[in-house]
């Protein structure tokens, strides 16, 4: 994932609104730089800006003092900006022409466009991001103010000239400053015309002006000129005559909505990439990320690249092995932005191969049609000359960007063998046209034996020191490495001898894997991973059939359903424990909070943090489960004190000494501890505390019951905050929602929450096929993928398939005497599900969702109605069976979803796991009619 765009220039931490100077800063911030904006919002609470939602997230804002500010600031700023842009007129009308100045008239008209901004982002606030509704209230806010004080400058009295007036203010202030926030251009000015009109023609209405085609003409050009900010182009071109002199910047590195083109750009930023190649590559970038001077940027950049000697050199090292350029092409404001905004790097190959750099805006029509339409308004200036450079980017850019084809559909087209056939002439030319054609015919090996001829592909490679791509040249050399063991392989002619090759090449594979994942860059690294998974199988496949022995005791069963994995068999949350490895890596390491239903994997989660982090920290298990007998707050520190105390060396607890129950009474249990604390920091020698909470719901029942004090979770929060040695990792049931009591609120605040669900494809096809090392049982493909469709891959059903699987083979095989594969197929999966014993072993897991989930009397309606309809229900047949209000319906349905119960599959409701679907069919509803 790209990087968030940072700020050059000053960013304070926190808006003051008695510093007059940030006034103007947040003035300019909205008129010219809306990253900055943006960039404020996310560094006062990343988290909140990428994930708040609804009401609830918008009113926690009222909680932070940055966002408070920016409330405040912006009605100011508004009125402020209005006042020195209107004042002037009025008066000027009232000492020459007598006309008498209402100000309250005037003030009340700005208020009232204030208003309204700030209610457009309020809607947006809750409706979709809180930090985007933030950022366009206040844009939308300020701009609407001065927009209208605008018109209101040229009085009432001229007709339609204030309209036109209105119509340019609105234009310039409203359009561009909403599209800067949204991050397309094109839509800002076209809004900026179509409110503009609107507002001026309504306001003619409004003040009895008569308003002729003539004047709806004039309307328009009016609202063009704001919208393109045509008023400020004068300034904007003295100040790039000004900027030869070197002492001011260019408008365009500070201005990121300019709109129509200004001179002298290109020998700012050609002296820029002189002095700091890299510095000048990147603001070249940002200017481009303009679509309205993506052209200029261009032609520069095509100029600049046919200049260097070696221009091969420049593409990957200024471009592709560029990190600072892994950053959106702008700031994301919305949820699909994190995912589908391109970065600088696919934005410079797409425009150095004179392709359109798309973001893909769904189904909003009105920024798609933006888009096209700026590219059909720019794209005649742009650089068309193909030469074997552009043929050569335009073939990274596919496989590059976002929605790029598979490696080998792209890779095996005439074009594409074009492309990197043509650059041999280049320096380092000829090793990149040969490893893309190693790519390519490794891409299309479709058998075991093809992979011999992979030695002789690479052997004339040069070595990786004398290389333009080193770390390319290392992979494609392991790639080698992995053809020599299978010709091993195919040589030998004893089966230990042809286990051992496949399963070094197996091995090679894997470390590849994690090599490239670190070292290679894209585009290579997605070629190189496309190959693994094209080889993977095929050494799978060899294996497997070379794997067929003589089973003479029955499968130990590695499949664990229900009880908490570790070691070798905790498969498939690499996911979560490389997301701990992240927070836990850094210097202040959060809290964390693991939530989930129950058997989605958190006790074995819990129970493997020692593999990785028992180096740096001392792992307290602290199971509130083998605590529930405990009855009063103190006793419950005691117990935690006393369990940090025994994972000390002997040396430590002698120099600690041992607590006791005495010291920790309910009144002074927070004394006691942070005094036990203070003295445990000198035992520690720079180790961590690392305390696991499993059923972390049980303090809430104990909260509940009056055993536990209250505020004992807001005490908790206080120890983490204080002493950063002191990590508390919460696991349990509740979901956000229902950790927003106010006994959770203080707490989860703090600390990081981290969703456990259900096993992504990948992970549950690991678990399925190798629950451990030596695992000696073989699936069919289809098999495989009827396990994960069934389970929808909850870890807990998955194991308990297929422990089904192992105990019917070991049955059929050693009890029944039945001769068979030792393979999985279809039709043993099939039998497995079919049988009683399924729903009966896995009753306690399905019982347990359908009673966290059915919180009142209307989820149950749904489900049942659900649970006959295979391809589910629609919304509308849903409330037409079920008769529920919408009001009861949409509620149901948000608990079914936030408990993963049921999701959306185009217009259709279903069930998340088809195993449950068939529970409430056949035991729930069988129930009930019995």
Known sequence: MPNFPTYRGELPACLNPRKARHYFLLAYWVFFRPTALKCYLYQVSPELYKTGRGKKALFDTLHILAYRNLYLMAPIIALFLALLVSVPFPLMEHFIFGIPVDIFAWLFKVIIGVAVGVAVGVAVGVGGGVAGGVAVGVAVGVGLGVGVAFGLAFGLGVGVVFCMALGVGVGVAFGLAFGGMIGNLGVGVGVGVLFGMGFGILSGMTFGMAISIADCVALSMSVGVGASRAIFYPIQWILSLLSLSNRIKHPFFWDELIVLPLPYIRRSLDHTLQQNEQKGLFQLAEIMSNPFQGWLMQKILHDYLHQKEAPLHFIYNRILDNIALNTYMFAPLVAWQWKYVPNYHSLLLGELAGKQVKIDFSDDWLANT???????????????????????????????????????????????????????????????????AAFTRFLNYQNLTDLIQAQTLIADLPEPHTAIRPSVMIALTRLGQIGAEVAIYQDSTSRVNKLSALARAADHLEELKAYIHTQVNEPERFIIEAIIEQWQPLLIEASGELGQFVITEPVTNPYVAGNPVTGALFVGRDDVMLRLEE????????????YGHRRMGKTSILKNLGARFSHHSHIIDFNMQLRKSIKSTGQLIY???????????????????????????????????????????????????????????????????GYFDPNLLDFWRGIIQT????????????????MCHDYWHPLFGSVTAIPISFLTHGAARQLIIQPNPDFPLNYDVDAIEQIIQL??????????????????????????????????????????????????DGNAYFAGVWAQSTVDQVQPVILK????????????QLAAQTHLSDQALMHALKVLKNHDVLKKQGDRLIYTVILMQRWVREIIMQRTMV
């Open 370 to 436: 933006s888009e096209k339409l700026v590219w059909w308004l720019t794209n005649p200036f742009r650089e068309k000359r193909s030469t074997p450079l552009t043929q050569f980017a335009a073939l990274l850019y596919a496989l590059y960007k976002l929605d790029r084809a598979s490696p080998a559909d792209t890779l095996n087209q005439t074009w594409a063998k074009e492309a990197y056939t043509n650059i041999k002439h280049y320096p380092n030319g000829a090793e990149i046209s040969q490893s893309f």
């Open 583 to 594: 927070l836990w890596t850094a210097p202040e390491a959060p809290s964390v909070i693991l």
């Open 639 to 705: 117990s935690l004190a006393l369990a940090c105390y025994d994972r000390l060396t002997p040396e430590q607890k002698i120099a600690l000494g041992q607590p006791t129950s005495n010291d920790f009474s309910d009144e002074d249990f927070n004394i006691t501890f942070i005094h036990f604390l203070e003295r445990l920091n000198k035992q520690l020698q720079n180790q961590r505390l690392l305390i696991t909470v499993d059923e972390f719901e049980i303090i809430e029942d104990g909260i509940k019951k």
């Open 723 to 738: 002493y950063p040695w002191f990590i508390m990792a919460f696991a349990g049931l509740h979901n956000l929602e229902e």
């Open 791 to 840: 389970t929808g891959g909850q870890p807990y059903l998955v194991q308990l398939i297929c422990h089904a699987l192992v105990s019917r083979f070991n049955r059929q095989t050693f009890e029944e005497g039945a001769e068979r594969e030792r393979r999985f197929s279809l039709e043993d999966v099939q039998a497995v599900i079919e049988s009683k014993a399924l729903f009966r």
């Open 865 to 876: 109605t659900l649970a006959p309809a295979p391809d589910g229900l629609t919304v509308a």
